[in-house]
């Protein structure tokens, strides 16, 4: 039986709070409003310690759930497991549209291909050493690193205003990135008409459908931005409708 669709999107966000950085929080919860609401939000972790402290005042300002977990072993992630266990349990007994797991730890990728597996899309939110089979595993992966700032007067920015912190790569940068640019020109490949020019919202929709990428991470809150920027392609907006077309230059060739 189809699932009944409201108006927005529900979103179920578990935080692994020794993994994430609390001035992270308000760029997440802001990145995830933009496609639904975050109406279960849960931060895991063992309250009694001190490297958790930061986090208490986030917890009151953004309505988040702590989950309290005893380590009862040492070099044993009893967080990891309790997260999972919740995760899953969410998934056969809640009507969920999307899950977010704000975690820098790959111990996550099972968990994730398996809400993957229902059809539910995952958005993933950690630091850039976090590994790949993590970021890979998610529909979309965004650096916190992009979403928070170092400046102790920008930490306290009100979630709209994050993103204008954000410090956007050159074209020159990102064209000697290998992958995004295959990301892009294989977006555009497969999309494209005859031409070599295809509809942006096309590509946008193929490159969601089958990697993690994130414009964000580049430092863009829009790919169109980022394709303006990186200088790769022609690039034509229709008078009437507005919708942007693009096509790789060396199509010309």
């Known amino acids: ?18 993994n994430i950085s609390h001035r992270s929080i308000a760029g997440i919860i802001n990145e995830l409003s933009k496609y639904g609401v975050v109406n279960i939000r849960q931060a ?32 044993k992630n009893a967080t990891d497991i309790l997260m999972t266990i919740d995760a899953i349990d ?22 994730v291909m398996r809400v993957q597996a229902e059809g539910i899309k995952v958005f993933g939110f950690g630091e850039k050493k976090t590994p790949k089979p993590f970021m890979a595993a998610c529909s ?14 920008k930490a306290d920015m ?8 954000i ?47 994130s414009p964000i991470n580049y430092g863009y809150k829009k790919l169109s931005s980022l394709i303006d920027e990186i200088d790769l392609f022609d690039v034509y907006v229709d008078p009437d409708s507005k919708m942007m077309s693009i096509r790789d230059k060396k199509f010309r060739n």
């Open 1 to 18: 039986m189809a699932k009944h669709k409201t108006s927005e999107d529900r979103i179920a966000l578990f935080i692994d709070c020794d």
């Open 44 to 75: 895991y972790g063992n309250w009694t310690k001190d490297n958790l402290k930061n986090w208490e005042d986030k917890l009151l300002e953004f309505a988040i759930k702590p989950i309290q977990q005893f380590d009862y072993s040492k070099n």
């Open 90 to 111: 969410l998934l056969h007994t809640k009507d969920i549209d999307a899950f977010a797991f704000a975690t820098s730890d790959s111990d996550f990728t099972p968990v």
């Open 140 to 153: 979309q992966f965004i650096f916190t690193e992009k979403l928070m700032s170092n400046n102790p007067q």
């Open 158 to 165: 009100q979630p709209h205003e994050v993103l204008h912190a």
């Open 167 to 213: 410090t956007r790569q050159a074209g020159a940068e990102m064209r000697a990135d290998a992958w995004l640019v295959n990301v892009l020109r294989t977006a555009l490949e497969q999309t494209m008409d005859d031409e070599g020019w295809a509809n942006l919202a096309g590509i946008g929709q193929y490159i969601n459908n089958s990697t993690s990428f």
